[in-house]
């Protein structure tokens, strides 16, 4: 049975009566990588706070590698194990991406002695380890002020790794980032995660998507959700906190519905307006008796999460929804006097669905 390496037992934190984490359970196997998301306001902040001794809890406990670490200051916290990186890069500007790795690799010593001395072979290694790991080999020996901020992310995550923690708390790393270095980010933490256990808290979903194994959802300082990144983005309760309420459709409709979003989505093929348009009428037809509204805003979030063509595909199960995937996009193209014969999107759609096992890299047909 996998180690058990961090366990929050019901976490209460009050401040001034109102509570911002209330009887949080949460378990973390040793070696998991673990995306944790949730509104403004769910109480991300103040979990990561807690577990790093920043912040006490005022009831509940915490336990890291089976020992109590509840009441420990952040500096006890750090020397078990626990790495934190914030959300904004932390690294020191007027020094080279080497020699901030150097730094973080000797955090007993002191910035001269660091940088004045010989450092010892073995800790030499290790940062060269730590620059190809990050993926900054070539610009070692450069300015940490002339790096990119997904750049600097990266060595904030080094400087991180650098100190051998067995867990790392890492606080939304791909904020602001391009999507090419948010997928460097998503690498290097995947890469991680084979010989570290990771927490990250997370906005972007993705990027959720693209490094997610498990999911916790937070909500007033609970934990709403707890399942793999799919399950995640079907379940009513999660959908109706980020948007405040929650159309009533199963899972599997909500499953036709992305996939339908990325179709009236799809370059090139409809105006803007008219975008908007197609969403309301396909959201008048999924809402029977209740307000279209709802679907609607469910069909703009999927919209807005840039859902990529072969994980949503992937997650048809059953002939009935890819039939009726089908027959919304050709009513679509029909009630905008459009073939569907004629039309390539469509036409790959149609390939894809009728295949028996959905073939990957759909995203490139479309
Ligand atoms: N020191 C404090 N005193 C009073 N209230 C606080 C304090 N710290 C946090 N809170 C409140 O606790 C709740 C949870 O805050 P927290 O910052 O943990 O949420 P979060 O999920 O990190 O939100 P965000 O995504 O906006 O950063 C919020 O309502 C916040 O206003």
């Known amino acids: 049975m996998t180690e058990t390496i961090l366990k929050i037992e019901d976490l209460t934190v009050s401040f001034d009566g109102f ?33 790093t001794g920043k912040v006490q809890p005022t009831t ?8 109590k670490i509840t009441g420990l200051s952040e500096h006890e916290v750090a020397r078990l194990g626990i790495g934190r990186k914030f959300q904004t890069p932390r690294v020191y500007l007027n020094l080279t991406v080497r ?26 290694r290790h940062v060269v380890g730590l620059l190809e790991t990050i993926g900054l080999t070539a610009k070692a020996d450069l300015s940490a002020s002339l790096l990119s901020h997904g750049e600097k992310q990266r060595l904030e995550i080094g400087m991180l790794v650098a100190q051998s923690p067995d867990l790392l708390l890492v606080d939304e790393p791909v904020a602001g980032l391009t999507d090419e270095e948010t997928e460097n980010v998503g690498a290097l933490l995947l890469a991680l995660a084979e010989s570290h256990s990771i927490i990250v808290i997370e906005h972007d979903m993705e990027f959720v998507r693209q490094i997610a194994r498990q999911v916790t959802v937070l909500h007033q300082g609970s934990v709403l959700f707890e399942g793999m990144m799919d399950e995640v983005q079907t379940n009513p309760n999660v959908i109706e906190v980020y948007l405040g309420k929650s159309p009533e459709l199963t899972p599997e409709q909500m499953t036709v519905l992305q996939i339908i979003a990325l179709f009236i989505d799809s370059d090139g093929l409809f105006e803007i307006d008219d975008k908007r348009q197609i969403i309301s009428e396909v959201a008048a037809k999924f809402a029977g008796g209740q307000d279209p509204t709802l679907v609607e805003e469910t069909l703009q979030l999927y919209l807005s999460e840039e859902i990529e063509w072969d994980y949503a595909i992937a997650q048809l199960q059953h002939p009935g929804q890819k039939e009726q995937v089908l027959q919304l996009s050709q009513d679509i193209l029909t009630s905008r006097g459009m073939e569907s ?19 990957p890299n759909a995203e490139e047909a479309f």
């Open 341 to 359: 014969s004629e039309c390539k999107i469509y036409q790959t759609l149609v390939q894809q669905l009728t295949k028996e096992d959905v073939v």
């Open 99 to 124: 020699q901030n790795l150097d730094l973080a690799c000797n955090r007993n010593k002191n910035l001269l002695s660091t940088l004045f001395k010989t450092i010892p072979s073995t800790e030499k």
């Open 19 to 51: 509570k911002a984490i209330n009887n949080l359970n949460l378990s973390l196997k040793k070696g998991e990588l673990r995306v944790i998301i949730g509104p403004n306001g769910a109480g991300k902040t103040t979990l990561q706070d807690v577990i």
């Open 60 to 67: 509940g406990q915490v336990y890291f590698k089976g020992r």
